[in-house]
């Protein structure tokens, strides 16, 4: 019984962002599951590599270049998507963009653009399309990968915390006006996390002394980490679940509440 709980075998699954971190590591992990996963990133070669070896594993998988930032390349992903596998059971919105480090005010007006148009417009224009998908199909899982700094916001990372401060927003009025079509929508908030995306942190080792001694765990976090909470919650064994945000973070916030 427990395993079936988190059999994906039959769903279709589409993961933004899928070349390389926390989005390859949750694709990887959904396939293995038995969904056909779809993904998606701005380099068409890098995710070339990623199709290859899920399917060297035994997984179906599709790599469709999108650039998060622009609808009509998501609008293309979908209409592929359908074309090729005909539903979309799963969607992981987990592309995100972060060109400003430093004073909030001092972000220049294409870095805030750039950043709302990645972390927050292409996830809504990812669910304006699919919704009516899902809908049609009886119901459907939305995962969005958000951000401790979401919740409290991070040191010279303002532009960035507050697009998924947005997503996290947009995850509990999504999850409110879809349940009705049974439509789970839920939101991960991890916290540092040893990916590319995050080198310029965990590679300085002041830093990351500082983040290990305030981390209960008392380690940085994988990729993994994140991607069985993915699992779960693309299962059946998270079905009365909507409009949560999941923090997955070592206990490091803890210290801050």
């Known amino acids: 019984m427990s395993a079936k709980l988190f059999d994906l075998t039959g769903r279709v699954a589409i993961i933004t962002g899928a070349s390389r971190g926390i989005g390859q590591s949750i694709a990887e992990t959904l396939a293995g599951a038995g969904a056909k996963v779809v993904l998606a990133s701005r380099k068409q070669s890098d995710l070339d590599e990623v199709a ?3 399917r060297a594993a035994g997984g179906q998988a599709l790599a469709i270049s ?3 930032g622009k609808k009509e390349t998501l609008t293309a992903l979908v209409e592929r998507t359908m074309a090729e596998w005909g539903r979309i059971d799963i969607l992981v919105n987990n592309a995100a963009t972060n060109p400003h480090f430093g004073p909030t005010l001092e972000a220049e007006d294409s870095h805030w653009m750039k950043t709302i148009e990645v972390n ?3 996830n809504v224009w990812l669910c304006q399309a699919i919704v009516p998908i899902m809908r049609q199909q009886g119901g459907g899982k939305i995962i969005n990968v958000a951000s401790v700094v979401g919740l409290r916001p ?3 990372q ?3 915390s507050v697009t998924k401060a947005a997503l996290l927003s947009l995850t509990q009025s999504l999850a409110m006006e879809l349940g009705v079509d049974n439509i789970r929508v839920n939101a ?4 540092l996390i040893q990916t590319k995306f995050a080198q310029v942190i965990w590679e300085n080792e002041s830093v990351m002394q ?3 001694g305030r981390t209960p765990l008392g380690r940085i976090g994988q990729p993994q980490d994140i991607a069985n909470l993915a699992l779960w919650l693309a299962s059946p064994a998270s079905d009365f679940a909507t409009g949560a945000t999941f923090v997955v973070d070592g206990g490091v916030t803890l210290g801050s509440i």
């Open 52 to 54: 290859a070896s899920i």
């Open 158 to 160: 303002g532009v960035y």
């Open 66 to 68: 999108a650039h998060t």
């Open 154 to 156: 991070g040191h010279f």
């Open 188 to 191: 991960i908030a991890p916290g």
């Open 210 to 212: 500082n983040i290990l």
């Open 120 to 122: 927050l417009m292409g």
